[in-house]
C-alpha cells in the first residue's frame, strides 16, 4: 500500500506532458507567423499550397517552391531583405532598399517584415491576376523567376483563367479523340474476326 501510495504522490508531481516546441516543422514553411505566432496547443493551421492556391498546377506549385528554396538561404523557411535582395540581383532587377521593403510590404500579411512561402506564393497569384504595376519590383520577380503562370504570360486574371480553361478543354478534346480513335479500331477488329468466322464458316460447307 506505500508503494502504491508513493507512485500516486510521484505521477502527481510530475508536470504536463511537453508538446511541439517552436522548432516543430508543422506549418513552419506556410504560416508566416512571427514571435507572436501561437505556439503548442496554439491551433495553428497546416498551410496547404495545393489547396489555397488551386489556379496554380502542381508543376507550377513545385516550381515555385524550388525557387524560394534556393533562395532562401538561411533555411529558415523564410526569405528576409538581404536573400530578396540577392534574389534581385540574381535575377537581373537589383533594388533600391526602399525597394525591396516595399516588395514585401505588399504582400507581407503578418507584418513580419519578410515572406514565408505562403506570402511568396501571393506574388504570382498577383501577377496572374494582373494586380502588379508593370515598373514594380514584384512583377519583375514574376516575370524573370522563368515560372509560366499562364500561357499568356501575366496579362491579368481572365486571360489567365481563360487559357487555363481552354488547356482544360483541349485535354479533354484530345481525350475524346484517342477514346474514338480506340473504339474505330476496337469495331474493325470485331468485324474482321467476323468475317474470318464467317469464311471459315463458308469452307467447311463446301468441304462437307
Request: proline share 4%.
Amino acid at each position: 500500500m506505500a508503494a502504491a501510495a508513493e507512485e500516486l504522490v510521484g505521477r502527481r508531481g510530475r508536470g504536463p506532458e511537453p508538446g511541439p516546441g517552436p522548432g516543430s516543422p508543422v506549418g513552419r514553411l506556410g504560416g508566416g507567423g512571427g514571435e507572436g505566432s501561437p505556439g503548442a496547443g496554439g491551433g495553428r493551421r497546416v498551410f496547404s499550397p495545393a489547396g489555397e492556391f488551386r489556379e496554380f498546377s502542381r508543376r507550377q506549385l513545385r516550381d515555385m517552391e524550388r525557387l524560394f528554396r534556393q533562395y532562401d538561404a538561411g533555411k529558415d523557411g523564410f526569405i528576409d531583405l538581404m536573400e530578396l535582395k540577392l534574389m534581385m540581383e540574381k535575377l537581373g532587377a537589383p533594388q533600391t532598399h526602399l525597394g525591396l521593403k516595399n516588395m514585401i510590404k505588399e504582400v507581407d500579411e503578418d507584418l513580419d517584415s519578410k515572406l514565408s512561402f505562403r506570402e511568396f506564393l501571393l506574388i504570382f497569384r498577383k501577377a496572374a491576376a494582373g494586380e502588379l504595376q508593370e515598373d514594380s519590383g514584384l512583377h519583375a520577380l514574376a516575370r524573370l523567376s522563368e515560372i509560366d503562370v499562364s500561357t499568356e504570360g501575366v496579362k491579368g486574371a481572365k486571360s489567365f483563367f481563360e487559357a487555363k480553361v481552354q488547356a482544360i478543354h483541349d485535354a479533354s478534346r484530345f481525350e475524346e479523340e484517342i477514346k474514338a480513335e480506340q473504339e474505330e479500331k476496337k469495331k474493325q477488329a470485331e468485324e474482321l474476326k467476323q468475317r474470318k468466322a464467317a469464311f471459315k464458316e463458308l469452307q467447311s460447307t463446301f468441304k462437307q
